[in-house]
């Protein structure tokens, strides 16, 4: 989230009534059909202006385990996960107790009137909703109950916060596509909850949420879907893919708007290729193979498939294939838990493979920056002719997400040094596949179907010298692993850098990744409140540029903040800054949840505090 | 027909035109000779070889595809896993012939998994098995494909039942099964031709003994043993669409013609007994009894010249996608006006 929302100091002083400003979890089961009601209040805010963002914390399950949708509602603009709820919806009679201990003093629980438990909470103002009754009310056909009584939170919710029914009917109209009969009967049911809670409900709580100007310039969606279009937009021309939690909705995005999107507008016919593989090992080597054909070549996955591409990862870097690679990352190591959020796999992208490998790696912190590095990734992939891993992840990925609107690439298509027919008529000079004919690391590329005499080349993961014969001449090794490293190194400056958020006489440097950032805006701008400046470098791409060691050397102490146990982004730093190391200090930990900006807050207090004790 | 192994062919290329490099393999490998066979069998269909793409896995019969074809590029990928490779390249431009070598090591285990995938997909490519039943390159393992009770220097006796590799490919619905032996080059190379004309993947499983690791006479991959035990189906040509005055040549009854995708014709005459390489239950049982005779049989196992290709699913653009200009690629800004107003 950018500047737009600056926090309004006066505002958040008003402590009597708290208006655009909380955090509501609804509690149900899983495959109890709440995604449609939570989306629709979550849309149902963001169409009343009102900066919103969802969180979806669901089990590794298809029905019956408890699942929690956090929506955060932000009139400053704050986008990241909080730890504690101000108000919860309680639909599962399993969780009941547990997740009112997550309530805040003063919170809200609305509660299905049919679970039958104690309130352990005094300090919590507690409305029950007649769902069974209400449900009975309206003759919902049986079959639709359970999904209905949904609606029957939305509509007490909306009734006691003051979300505008009208924009509600609206949110629904668009949600079922225009379907206008399914809308009506779902909106009947809210309208009904409503007005029941209008004639029986007291309000007692300070929550409530008020129109704000239009948000224009943003839309909602999720990580995925941007990642894809950016793909789409990008040129793709073909993915390879094996379904895998949190990743498989990236490729499905592709199944669903290539199509659209991609067709020849002459012919009818497309421009693409999206094939289901077997499996990991089977979806990379079909990139590759796609990748080396001269194809915008892509596949998505996350921690286990990207292990499982190890290998291929490794040809593609040695035989310098370009390719785009999606880590939507889960919580590892081994299985883990797939339904939960981590960046726990950059050391494995950044050195992935055997031998001496090094991958490019950009790291997108938002949904419209997924948009954007889904299709720079294929510029640079072409570019340096290897491999290029987007790396996302599941809170980014899955959730929906508030974000900037899409912007049109501002560049056209770069194909990379790509000769055909034409191409190799010009050249006079002994080319060869693997020659570094510019002495920029990046040799000239043929592919396969280009017809010139001195096109076609033996491309092959054992040793091979400059024109791609094998070799185990330890000088020919050694002389092409060289270059390799040197084209790893003019890299640098080409990738996106850093984005840095500073403050005034700041001594103290954040530094983070991704989707955290949003976690880091926010501690940042609280963490001044309390007297502490601090300024703030994302890392967007590595290798790191320049600016990333100007930004280390002009803090007296840098706090590297990410979702992993052992510090790996801070592990890298150290590595390309050995004579800074004690610059650098890892606040990491991991236990599959977003990161907050309380946790930012109170860990970087607590070792300030160390530094002045 | 006429041996064009010398002669300047209709695209005005000779036999040496089709060569690669030197081979490294020992002398009197099973795989140079089908080297030769694929040099031979591309050199009389005129194929151009600039329009012809070849892979490999990892191993003896994968270090071949630099020993012909050498004005074609290729790509040597993994252990197992070239037929995903292969795949994904095949889209780059799908008017090229793709040609696969894989051994009975990369094949039978790593790469069963994907070999399967390949042939239900049905991806237009001639996928040959040089299968000796041995690990060469690390000298003188077991493979997968070993018969029981082989014994081999150093490794002692084989107590498991092999993977018949036509039998995989058959139950797998492939649409082309062969098998042959490298100790019959004419018909290695009849059934290549046949193979390259076919419309989706052709399984060629060829026994190509090993001489350093497993050619003991009594063995199963020996070329002893195939010469004494082999036992063709049929004797089989291949008749391209050009010269359909050959088909008269051969007398009516003795033979089985299947016509494949392109227009050319693959004439069986029958030998000791009648065989329909169409019905896919006479392959599965001509397998069996095989294995439980001692027989190598070989020839034109099974064939569905009319199976859809993966190709037939994709609705892809005449135009090779590796040569669409990048213009193409990009929608409109227009579009993502669109998307961006359909995200609210």
Redesign the interface.
């Given at each position: 989230m950018k500047k737009d929302f600056e926090p309004d100091q006066a505002n958040s002083r008003q402590k009597a009534d708290k208006v655009n400003d909380f955090c509501m979890t609804v509690c149900s089961v899983n495959g109890s059909g709440s995604a449609t009601a939570n989306s629709t209040l979550l849309r149902s805010l963001?169409?009343m202006g009102i900066p919103v963002s969802g969180k979806n914390i669901f089990p590794s399950n298809i029905k019956g385990l408890p699942t929690w949708f956090s929506i955060r509602v932000s009139k400053d603009g704050y986008l990241a996960r909080v730890a504690h709820d101000d108000i919860i919806v309680q639909m599962n009679p399993m969780t009941f107790e547990k997740d009112l201990d997550y309530d805040v003093p003063g919170g809200v629980v609305f509660y299905a009137d049919h679970i039958d438990m104690p309130i352990h909470r005094e300090d919590v103002v507690a409305y029950p909703m007649a769902v069974k009754d209400l449900i009975k009310e309206a003759n919902v056909p049986r079959d639709l109950r359970d999904y209905m009584e949904n609606m029957i939170y939305v509509g007490v919710v909306s009734q006691m916060l003051g979300i505008d029914l009208d924009v509600l009917h609206d949110v629904l109209l668009r949600q079922f596509h225009k379907k206008q009969t399914v809308a009506e009967s779902n909106f009947e049911i809210v309208k009904l909850a409503a007005d029941w809670a209008k004639d029986n409900l007291e309000k007692k709580d300070q929550y409530r949420v008020e129109t704000m100007p239009p948000l224009d310039d943003?839309?909602?969606?999720d990580g995925n879907t941007a990642g894809a279009?950016g793909a789409?937009?990008?040129?793709f021309?073909?993915c390879?893919w094996y379904p895998i939690t949190p990743a498989s909705s990236l490729a499905e995005s592709l199944v669903t708007f290539a199509p659209r999107?991609?067709k020849?507008p002459e012919?009818g016919?497309?421009?693409?290729?999206i094939?289901q593989?077997?499996?990991e090992?089977?979806?990379?080597?079909?990139?590759?193979?796609?990748?080396?054909?001269?194809?915008?070549?892509m596949t998505a996955s996350s921690g286990p498939g990207i292990s499982l591409m190890t290998?291929?990862m490794s040809?593609a870097y040695y035989?310098e294939v370009p390719l785009v690679l999606w880590d939507v990352q889960r919580v590892g190591p081994s299985t883990g838990l797939p339904t939960r959020t981590a960046q726990g796999d950059l050391t494995l992208n950044y050195f992935l493979g055997h031998g001496d490998t090094n991958h490019l790696i950009l790291i997108p912190s938002s949904v419209s920056e997924c948009f954007d590095f889904g299709w720079q990734a294929f510029d640079l992939a072409e570019e340096f002719q290897t491999p290029v891993i987007v790396l996302s992840d599941l809170d980014l990925g899955m959730n929906l997400w508030m974000t900037e609107?899409?912007e049109?690439?501002d560049q056209?298509?770069n194909?990379g040094k790509t000769l055909?027919e034409e191409d190799l008529d010009k050249i006079t000079k002994d080319w060869g596949r693997y020659v570094d004919l510019d002495g920029d690391g990046v040799p000239y590329r043929?592919?396969?179907?280009?017809?010139h005499?001195r096109?076609?080349?033996?491309?092959?993961?054992?040793g091979h010298d400059e024109f791609g014969n094998?070799s185990e001449d330890p000088d020919v090794w050694r002389r092409i692993l060289d270059r390799l490293k040197l084209k790893f190194e003019n890299a640098r400056e080409r990738l996106p850098k850093p984005a840095v958020r500073k403050f005034e006489g700041a001594k103290i440097g954040l530094i983070a990744m991704g989707s955290t950032e949003h976690a880091v805006i926010e501690a940042q701008d609280k963490l001044l409140q309390v007297g502490i400046s601090t300024d703030f470098m994302r890392i967007r791409a590595l290798p790191f540029s320049i600016e990333v060691e100007e930004f280390v050397r002009g803090h007296d102490r840098n706090y590297v903040l990410e979702l992993n146990r052992d510090g790996q982004l801070h592990q890298i730093l150290t590595l390309d800054y050995c004579d800074m190391t004690h610059r650098l200090i890892s606040l990491s930990y991991i236990d599959g949840l977003p990161m907050t900006a309380g946790y930012v807050i109170e860990s970087v207090v607590e070792k300030e505090r160390e530094y002045h004790d | 027909m006429t041996d064009a192994r010398n002669d300047v062919n209709q695209i005005g290329l000779t036999r040496s035109d089709y060569r690669g490099e030197r081979s490294t393999l020992c002398p009197g490998c099973g795989h140079n000779t089908i080297s030769a066979q694929i040099i031979s069998a591309c050199h009389e269909m005129d194929l151009d070889p600039t329009k012809i793409v070849k892979f490999s896995g990892i191993g003896c019969s994968s270090k071949s595809p630099t020993y012909f074809l050498g004005q074609s590029f290729g790509f040597n990928g993994l252990h197992g896993r070239m037929p995903s490779l292969a795949l994904g390249a095949a889209f780059g431009d799908t008017t090229m012939k793709v040609l696969g070598v894989s051994g009975d090591g990369d094949t039978a285990s790593i790469g069963l998994g994907q070999f399967k995938h390949l042939i239900r997909r049905n991806l237009p490519m001639v996928y040959i098995v040089e299968n000796n039943g041995v690990y060469g390159l690390t000298k003188g393992q077991f493979s997968a494909t070993a018969e029981k009770g082989l014994e081999l220097k150093h490794q002692g006796k084989n107590p498991f039942l092999p993977i018949d590799i036509a039998k995989e490919a058959l139950i797998g619905n492939a649409s082309f099964v062969a098998r042959s032996f490298a100790g019959d080059p004419k018909q290695v190379r009849e059934l290549l031709k046949a193979a390259l004309s076919h419309n989706g993947t052709s399984v060629l499983d060829i026994i190509s003994p090993c001489v350093s690791f497993n050619n003991r006479e009594d063995t199963l991959h020996s070329y002893q043993w195939g010469r004494q035990h082999q036992a063709p189906l049929h004797d089989i040509s291949y008749v391209p669409t050009r010269n359909a005055i050959i088909l008269d040549e051969f007398e009516e009854g003795e033979t089985k013609e299947v016509t494949l995708h392109d227009g050319s014709v693959v004439i069986l005459k029958k030998l000791e007994h009648d065989y329909d390489p169409t019905d896919k239950w006479q392959a599965l049982k001509i397998l069996e009894e095989a294995e439980n005779n001692n027989w190598l049989v070989t020839g034109l196992i099974y064939v569905d010249p009319d199976q859809p290709s993966l190709y037939d699913y994709l609705n892809l653009t005449e135009e090779p996608l590796n040569r669409i200009e990048a213009d193409k690629l990009r929608p409109s800004a227009e579009t993502l006006d669109r998307i961006n107003q359909s995200m609210v």
């Open positions: 963001f169409h943003y839309i909602m969606t279009l789409i937009y990008g040129g021309q073909f390879g999107l991609r020849d012919t016919k497309n421009n693409f290729a094939v593989a077997e499996d090992l089977a979806s990379i080597g079909m990139a590759v193979g796609a990748g080396w054909a001269g194809l915008r070549s290998e291929y040809l035989s609107k899409f049109y690439p056209p298509i194909r055909w043929t592919v396969m179907g280009n017809r005499e096109a076609p080349y033996f491309a092959r993961g054992t094998y | -």
